[in-house]
């Protein structure tokens, strides 16, 4: 057979590694070849390919980012999309392809499976906001990066008696933020599934002032407040229709220091959670995906996506996957409100 991959949407730590994996095993144990596109979904779109073989994926597991490249292209937002997809797979005569990507570049890998395309579906997001996997690859990362820096943070804040407020990824879903907050013993975590009380909020902060320690709010991008108890700025979409989210942590900033008069400082970790090397989770997770993957290729199981289940790796129908977004349970932030304040 032989096979395209490519990799979509926001890049994440990880994504080489289930490049290396899919094609090592598929390569050796299965003898199939294989054609990198460019820039997700973009790739079959224009025809853009690049070579992919062992030799091209050597040196590759511990590095960030994707060697095949990303974009958000939505080829159901161009005109003719799926057909020129078509026509371009059979002109590179592709007989299956792998996407590796979050609810967007696998929600149109659902689709072009229904009208007729044998692909297989590797769940990535630094979100970990994918329905039907316990984890994605790239979250324990971007985990350990808020985690690190918000302990930075700790002892700045104490040395000047200041909050902190520290704005993590995370539109839809507060993983990132839930994680690295415990993790991190935030007087606060704001998340997008439960809309916050500012005056809460202020309360907590002189909490912790009370007993001679500094706050650290953490705050996940898309954290809202209680409707019209503070204004919040949204910026352009993009080609999913997925709003730019702005700043957070800056109004929060704001609005603290107007509030109770405490000296405050806003830390955008942004991209910096999605560069870089993946940790040795990440790396296990995304070649056993990348494992698993070219075995439902091989075996013409198409229309799936692999899934982390305990330590199991299943396969899910990608429809079923794309259907809707793992968010934060009520139990699990109830957990993690133990600690504010
Ligand atoms: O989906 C991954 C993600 O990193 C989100 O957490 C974040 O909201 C978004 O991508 C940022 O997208 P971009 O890199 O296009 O600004």
């Given at each position: 057979?032989?096979?395209?991959?490519?990799?979509?949407?926001?890049?994440?730590?990880?994504?080489?590694?289930?490049?290396?994996?899919?094609?090592?095993?598929?390569?050796?144990?299965?003898?199939?070849?294989?054609?990198?596109?460019?820039?997700?979904?973009?790739?079959?779109?224009?025809g853009d390919t690049v070579p992919l073989d062992t030799a091209a994926v050597r040196g590759i597991l511990p590095r960030g980012g994707t060697i095949l490249g990303s974009?958000?292209?939505?080829?159901?937002?161009?005109?003719?999309?799926?057909?020129?997809?078509?026509?371009?797979?059979?002109?590179?005569?592709?007989?299956?392809?792998?996407?590796?990507?979050?609810?967007?570049?696998?929600?149109?890998?659902?689709?072009?499976?229904?009208?007729?395309?044998?692909?297989?579906?590797?769940?990535?997001?630094?979100?970990?906001?994918?329905?039907?996997?316990?984890?994605?690859?790239?979250?324990?990362?971007?985990?350990?990066?808020?985690?690190?820096?918000?302990?930075?943070?700790?002892?700045?804040?104490?040395?000047?008696?200041?909050?902190?407020?520290?704005?993590?990824?995370?539109?839809?879903?507060?993983?990132?933020?839930?994680?690295?907050?415990?993790?991190?013993?935030?007087?606060?975590?704001?998340?997008?599934?439960?809309?916050?009380?500012?005056?809460?909020?202020?309360?907590?902060?002189?909490?912790?002032?009370?007993?001679?320690?500094?706050?650290?709010?953490?705050?996940?991008?898309?954290?809202?407040?209680?409707?019209?108890?503070?204004?919040?700025?949204?910026?352009?979409?993009?080609?999913?229709?997925?709003?730019?989210?702005?700043?957070?942590?800056?109004?929060?900033?704001?609005?603290?220091?107007?509030?109770?008069?405490?000296?405050?400082?806003?830390?955008?970790?942004?991209?910096?959670?999605?560069?870089?090397?993946?940790?040795?989770?990440?790396?296990?997770?995304?070649?056993?995906?990348?494992?698993?993957?070219?075995?439902?290729?091989?075996?013409?199981?198409?229309?799936v996506m692999v899934a982390l289940h305990g330590t199991r790796i299943d396969r899910v129908p990608l429809a079923e996957a794309t259907r809707e977004l793992k968010t934060?349970?009520?139990?699990?932030?109830?957990?993690?409100?133990?600690?504010?304040?």
């Amino acid at each position: 057979m032989r096979i395209g991959v490519l990799t979509g949407g926001g890049d994440c730590p990880g994504l080489n590694a289930v490049i290396r994996a899919v094609v090592r095993k598929g390569e050796s144990v299965y003898g199939h070849s294989f054609v990198g596109f460019r820039d997700g979904w973009r790739g079959p779109l224009t025809g853009d390919t690049v070579p992919l073989d062992t030799a091209a994926v050597r040196g590759i597991l511990p590095r960030g980012g994707t060697i095949l490249g990303s974009s958000r292209t939505n080829p159901y937002a161009a005109v003719d999309g799926p057909s020129l997809i078509r026509e371009n797979l059979a002109a590179a005569e592709i007989d299956a392809l792998v996407a590796i990507g979050g609810e967007d570049t696998l929600g149109v890998a659902a689709q072009l499976h229904a009208e007729g395309l044998p692909v297989v579906g590797v769940p990535k997001t630094i979100d970990n906001d994918l329905f039907a996997t316990d984890y994605t690859f790239g979250f324990d990362t971007a985990v350990n990066i808020a985690t690190e820096a918000i302990d930075r943070l700790h002892t700045t804040a104490e040395s000047h008696h200041r909050v902190l407020i520290v704005e993590v990824m995370g539109r839809h879903a507060g993983w990132i933020a839930l994680h690295s907050g415990m993790a991190g013993g935030a007087n606060v975590i704001l998340i997008p599934e439960r809309p916050f009380d500012f005056d809460k909020v202020c309360a907590f902060v002189e909490a912790r002032f009370a007993t001679h320690y500094a706050p650290i709010i953490v705050a996940a991008e898309g954290a809202t407040p209680i409707a019209g108890t503070l204004v919040t700025r949204e910026g352009e979409l993009d080609a999913f229709g997925h709003v730019r989210l702005q700043g957070i942590a800056q109004v929060l900033e704001t609005e603290i220091r107007g509030r109770t008069g405490r000296d405050a400082r806003a830390t955008v970790l942004g991209h910096l959670q999605r560069g870089g090397t993946p940790t040795a989770f990440d790396r296990w997770l995304a070649t056993r995906f990348g494992l698993h993957a070219v075995d439902a290729v091989h075996e013409g199981d198409f229309g799936v996506m692999v899934a982390l289940h305990g330590t199991r790796i299943d396969r899910v129908p990608l429809a079923e996957a794309t259907r809707e977004l793992k968010t934060v349970p009520e139990e699990l932030y109830n957990e993690a409100e133990t600690f504010f304040g």
